[in-house]
């Protein structure tokens, strides 16, 4: 089956520094990534889309100059935290979708602890 | 614009009884319905998917689901709960955006099951 893969799974920085997450489709080619956020207790949001090769698309209120979307290849896409804050904490999670298929295949998620 | 509404954030069951967790939706076009479940921590997995086939789905872990459209409900079931069915249920629709297919998420729904 298709496999989505997220590192790290934890990670705990200080405020002020980035951090980038990682999120690779070990088995099929992701023509298209979705980056969600889900706070405690909460439903995902969807922050952004990338399709591979090209700008990602931000979902409204969503900072992209703070969480910067990369997908570079059809097998991976980062999320980078800029300047992370306490109130960036959360729990991230991408998933991926082949060209014309209608099911996304969701990674493991990320918790980030900004102190 | 396609929506969908969980009706009850939290419910619980017995140990052995009927597993009801509803989902209405609402939408301008047939519209493509999903259902996934997360355990604590971790990502979503799909259970099943309406895609304008049979209306009656059936998906893995022994849930399935109705679409009814004259209800415009899909209600995910299963006859009798385990214990390891205990976690968060999150319903979905396909929506179109960002040129491409994304999914727009229910507040979910948190099942506990009483031994």
């Known amino acids: 089956g298709a496999v989505v893969s997220q590192h790290p799974s934890r990670v705990i920085c200080k405020s002020g520094t980035s951090v980038k997450i990682e999120c690779r489709s070990l088995?099929?080619?992701?023509?298209?990534m979705f980056w969600y956020r889900q706070f405690p207790k909460q439903s995902l949001m969807l922050m952004a889309t990338s399709n591979e090769g090209s700008k990602a698309t931000y979902e409204q209120g969503v900072e992209k100059d703070k969480f910067l979307i990369n997908h570079a290849s059809l097998t991976l896409s980062t999320l980078t935290v800029t300047s992370a804050h306490p109130e960036d904490s959360s729990f991230y999670i991408c998933s991926a979708r082949e060209l014309a298929a209608y099911e996304q295949y969701f990674g493991p998620g990320t918790r980030l602890t900004v102190t | 614009a396609q929506s969908v509404t969980q009706l009850g954030s939290h419910v619980s069951v017995s140990e052995g009884a009927l597993v009801l967790l509803r989902c209405n939706y609402s939408s301008s076009v047939p519209p493509y319905l999903f259902w996934y479940v997360q355990y604590p921590n971790q990502g979503l997995q799909l259970l099943l998917k309406y895609t304008s086939a049979a209306t009656l789905v059936k998906g893995i872990n022994g849930f399935e689901a109705e679409f009814k459209k004259s209800e415009t409900s899909f209600h995910l079931t299963k006859p009798s709960a385990h214990m390891s069915d205990a976690a968060e249920y999150f319903c979905?629709?396909?929506?179109?955006?960002?040129?491409?297919?994304?999914?727009?998420f229910g507040k979910g729904t948190k099942l506990s099951v009483i031994p």
């Open positions: 979905a629709v396909r929506t179109s955006g960002a040129g491409s297919y994304q999914l727009t």
């Open positions: 088995d099929f080619q992701a023509t298209t």
